[in-house]
């Protein structure tokens, strides 16, 4: 079940290296493949880290959308199609970032809150009131 949850995460930077390697930019293709294997790392920060690429990847997204539909309404050509699939891989990557929000993946990367997980679970619990 963790798989399908991080599913939509890996997809986002996948297209975001492909976009980057369409480009040329092999330094950003590498810190966003970087992003898989780190996954896989069970720490409190990951999730920060992911949420911060994913983001950052969905305003590349809207950046790209931008700057292709002013060249094709400057030449005249149709983009319609275009903002909507840009469109959609932007809100892809955006929404991929709420997946770390999910409880399943707040207890992987220990950001639980409740009983029975991280800290919580060494306290003791409070006592109960006494009955008369």
């Known amino acids: 079940m963790t798989f399908l949850l991080l599913l939509p995460v890996a997809l986002s930077a996948l297209l975001l290296a492909a976009h980057f390697l369409r480009t040329g ?5 590498l ?16 999730p920060a880290v992911a949420r911060g690429v994913l983001l950052l990847g969905a305003l ?21 199609r275009m903002v909507a699939i840009l469109g959609g891989v932007a809100a892809l990557t955006a929404l991929s970032a709420l997946v770390f929000g999910t409880r399943r993946l ?16 060494a306290e003791p619990a409070p006592p109960a009131p006494a009955q008369k």
């Open 31 to 46: 810190a966003v493949l970087a992003l898989l294997p780190l996954l896989a790392v069970r720490r409190r920060w990951v």
């Open 106 to 121: 707040r207890v992987r990367y220990g950001r639980a809150e409740g009983p029975g997980v991280g800290r919580q679970a």
């Open 25 to 29: 930019n092999l330094l950003a293709v």
């Open 60 to 80: 590349v997204w809207l950046w790209t959308l931008t700057r292709f539909t002013l060249e094709r309404v400057a030449v005249g050509q149709p983009f319609l």
